[in-house]
């Protein structure tokens, strides 16, 4: 064989010719198909390192009819409790060399199934992060997304794996700390109507309607839903406050710091998630922690299983831990 020229490329044919075999039968041994003799696929592989050859990804990808890439589509990016699964996911799906594509619907509802759709196609499996979708829409959508794991939404499909969280309990403890402290009027910001999670916060303070005159207050998701809050909760004439997630609870302290505001001496406020940031405000978040990096982990467990043809292991849905910082204190007379 002509030896190479300085910089040509190193093609595929350049290793059937130096291994004495068909480009097919490169393309077998390099894809990893056991359907090749274990002496013919030494030569190749042989062959292959003594030109330095590297297979194209993308041709390897077409070839296996994958593309090693799983999508991750999430309700809003700049919430860092979405991070932690994100990256527990990508972790883990990189020991196998699959990479990760995020998609993010900004909270548009409407827009979230064509984006889930859009993503499935460029990737093998999808991971469902919080869906804001009605629940008749999600449930017609799981079959053509499949393989796909939910993280914090149960569609009530047990054929879709679901990791998720139990936030009416998470509530349920926020309100029991609270009252122990003394605390009876207490407003709950409330997340985007959209949100299957919103509701089942409602559910945990439902179940507590006897302890607390509790005050809804219509909010959102985002910083600037917490901030924009803050005179409606000062005027309803409430000693607490559980804001739908940290970041809304971040967003409520900026403001009521701006007002002159003592937290918690004069209101005491507490979040949901636990994200990097509550453990280092001013005054510290009391909040209620979600294991973010696991969800993210155990999605991938089951996203390998269903792509290698087995059968994922069971749904898990976890009980948040509270964890009581600065940012809650004795009511104030």
């Not at 190479?4 to 990893?32: F, P, Y």
């Not at 006897?210 to 959102?220: E, M, N, R, S």
Request: hydrophobic content about 45%; overall charge negative.
């Amino acid at each position: 064989m002509a030896r190479q020229k300085s910089g040509e490329r190193i093609t595929i044919g350049d290793v059937a010719a130096l291994a004495g075999v068909s480009r097919a039968t490169v393309s077998r041994v390099m894809n990893g198909l056991a359907t090749v003799d274990r002496s013919i696929a030494d030569r190749v592989l042989a062959a292959a390192k003594q030109l330095n050859y590297m297979p194209s990804v993308a041709a390897r990808s077409l070839a296996l009819g994958r593309t090693h890439t799983v999508g991750y589509v999430v309700p809003d990016l700049t919430n860092p409790a979405f991070h932690g699964a994100m990256r527990g996911l990508s972790l883990a799906a990189a020991k196998q060399h699959y990479r990760v594509l995020v998609a993010d619907t900004a909270e548009h509802a409407e827009e979230e199934p064509i984006l889930a759709i859009e993503t499935r196609r460029r990737c093998d499996a999808l991971v469902l992060c919080a869906p804001r979708m009605p629940q008749d829409e999600l449930l017609r959508l799981l079959p053509e997304l499949a393989p796909v794991v939910l993280l914090n939404r149960d569609a009530g499909d047990e054929s879709t794996p679901l990791l998720g969280i139990d936030w009416a309990s998470g509530v349920r403890d926020l309100v029991r700390h609270l009252v122990g402290l003394g605390h009876r009027r207490i407003a709950y910001l409330a997340g985007p109507p959209s949100s299957a999670s919103n509701t089942d916060r409602l559910k945990g303070f439902e179940s507590l309607r006897d302890a607390i005159d509790l005050v809804q207050i219509p909010c959102g998701a985002m910083f600037s839903d917490g901030h924009a809050a803050a005179g409606q909760v000062l005027d309803s004439d409430v000693t607490a406050v559980i804001a739908f997630n940290d970041v809304v609870a971040l967003g409520l302290l900026g403001a009521l710091h701006e007002l002159g505001v003592q937290v918690p001496g004069q209101l005491s406020v507490a979040g949901f998630d636990d994200i990097p940031f509550a453990a280092f405000t001013s005054p510290a978040l009391t909040t209620a922690s979600v294991p973010q990096l696991e969800l993210g982990e155990l999605a991938w467990q089951r996203l390998w299983a269903m792509l290698n043809g087995e059968r994922p292991e069971h749904s898990v849905v976890f009980r948040p831990r509270l964890v009581a910082r600065g940012s809650t204190g004795q009511a104030s007379d």
